[in-house]
């Protein structure tokens, strides 16, 4: 059932850009645009749509390899500022355009074992999201200390926090902000060029660290995303 469902929404997600790329190629292949202003709109929302459907197909299989478990991570020490800090190195203009501030409160000492590659795209996705949700002169930062420890969890763990003062979430929409193509603001995200399955991607990925990760959000105030790892990886 799920797989069916999955494949439908595929197809519904599909079917947006393509018919809108054929729309438009077949307004000026019938010679319907006179002035050439019109006719460059036209073809940059051809190409705008086949970028949106190019970023659709990676990341529907990028998930598909990730649920298959087809992925085997690579563990190293990872130190996590300097992670952050790279990821910052990529973003910072995107942020700048938009007056944000962004902040990395990372310890120096903090290490942990994980796939650096994986633990990049988790954050690289909810910190580009960060930002997309935070309106002008916002601030986005990124938090990390040792947690406490718990029935739950024997092994120490790093939490981590990905905060931002944007226009925040929906009580109603927390719930199944992981799901797969699920949307909180269907045309926001997709003016943004989002396909609905980062933050699923994202979850998938923390649950191959044996991690966890949780959301706390009110709207017009902003959002957190609390991630926890463990330091160390059992491979046994």
Do not use: C, W
Not at 4 to 23: D, R
Not at 33 to 60: A, C, H, M, P, W
């Amino acid at each position: 059932m799920m797989r069916s469902q999955f494949v439908a929404n595929v197809s519904h997600e599909l079917k947006t850009p393509i018919a809108a790329v054929k729309g438009f190629a077949e307004t000026l292949l019938g010679g319907g645009v006179e002035d050439k202003e019109t006719e460059r709109s036209f073809l940059q929302i051809i190409y705008d749509e086949g970028d949106r459907l190019n970023r659709l197909i990676g990341d529907i299989l990028e998930l598909s390899k990730i649920e298959s478990k087809l992925i085997p991570l690579d563990y190293s020490p990872i130190q996590l500022k300097d992670l952050i800090n790279s990821i910052y190195e990529v973003l910072l203009p995107t942020a700048a355009r938009k007056s944000i501030v962004m902040s990395n409160n990372v310890p120096e000492h903090l290490f942990l074992e994980g796939d650096e590659d994986r633990l990049r795209q988790i954050f690289m996705n909810l910190l580009s999201n960060a930002i997309s949700y935070t309106l002008e002169g916002g601030r986005v930062k990124v938090e990390a200390e040792i947690a406490d420890s718990d029935e739950d969890h024997e092994e120490e763990r790093v939490r981590i926090s990905v905060s931002d003062t944007g226009i925040g979430i929906p009580k109603k929409d927390l719930p199944r902000i992981f799901e797969r193509f699920y949307r909180v603001d269907k045309a926001r995200s997709r003016s943004s060029g989002g396909t609905g399955l980062g933050l699923s991607i994202v979850k998938h990925l923390v649950d191959l660290h044996h991690g966890t990760i949780t959301v706390e959000s009110r709207v017009g105030e902003g959002t957190s995303f609390i991630i926890e790892l463990p330091i160390t990886q059992n491979l046994a």
